[in-house]
């Protein structure tokens, strides 16, 4: 029914930049928080970051300072900008959106994307 793409990682130096994207299609009636999460080898899956649709945005202590997220509601698309990257940022980041479909347009569930592998190393 929803639909999450990922795209954007990819092997990247200490200190340099990657920007993933995610889009959601499919049967949506309204896309609400959106957000990203990360999941190193060996350890639980974290959150990253989250965006409202009115752009209200958290991030994790850790990132803060170095990533942002925003969105453009009329793409269903948001962005995870991510910039001075250390080894410890290494992980498969995924997509994660609350939306209402039409079959349930009065209840919102929980979809994820397949993730993206972000590899930080020199």
């Known amino acids: 029914q929803v639909q999450l793409v990922e795209s954007g990682g990819g092997l990247v130096q200490p200190g340099g930049s990657l920007r993933l994207s995610c889009a959601a299609s499919?049967?949506?009636?309204?896309?609400?928080?959106m957000g990203w999460y990360r999941q190193a080898p060996g350890k639980q899956r974290e959150l990253v970051a989250t965006?409202?649709?009115?752009?209200?945005?958290n991030l994790a202590d850790f990132v803060k300072g170095r990533f942002t997220i925003s969105r453009v509601n009329g793409q269903n698309t948001n962005y995870l900008q991510m910039s001075s990257l250390k080894p410890d940022d290494t992980a498969v980041y995924y997509c994660?959106?609350?939306?209402?479909?039409?079959?349930?347009?009065?209840?919102?569930?929980?979809?994820w994307g397949q993730g993206t592998q972000v590899t930080v190393s020199s």
């Open positions: 994660k959106a609350d939306v209402a479909t039409w079959a349930s347009p009065g209840h919102t569930s929980a979809y």
């Open positions: 499919g049967s949506i009636f309204r896309l609400a928080d």
């Open positions: 965006i409202t649709n009115g752009g209200i945005t």
